[in-house]
């Protein structure tokens, strides 16, 4: 008899968890977990900064030009992905950990061949190093023989205030960052 009676508060509390308007994120959200986004680079020769950027939707992404898999794989993935989304309020930032090969034309090119939305960023060596320990982003260049670059794989996605407010890995699921980058431009 008892169990019939807490059977309509158990009914009551599913029912609202599924009232909620807005959706789950595919994504990992991160918002208030890392700082906003700042630095101070060059594309196409020129300064850049993260105040360049404000009023749009930014995705972030370390690698580098000669990655034979990975880079271009992601950087791929989130060209569509931003296809999807279709909206001029986007932008990717692709960061070379190995600036010393990636010079700014090769940036500007390997950017351009992606999508215009994409931005090719170079910085010095504190430049490089204070933006990718902001965002937890290992990377190392070897000189070799043979010439091997490493770095972590992580796309940080920034709200049109420059707020840190996703992360992923994983950018197989195209209609799913899209899905995202949509709630981030409402």
Known sequence: MRIFRLFPALFLALALTGCSDAAPWHMTDITGGMPKLKFHMTSSGK??????FRGKVVALYFGFTYCPDICPGTL?????????????DTRILFVTVDPDRDTDQVMSDYAAAFTPQMVGLRGGRNDLANLARTYRIAHSVDKGPPYEVNHSNAVYFFDREGRTRLVTTDTSNTAAVAEDVRKLLQ
């Open 76 to 88: 791929a993935n989130l060209t569509d992905a931003l296809a999807r989304v279709n909206s001029p």
């Open 47 to 52: 300064p850049v900064t993260a105040e360049d």
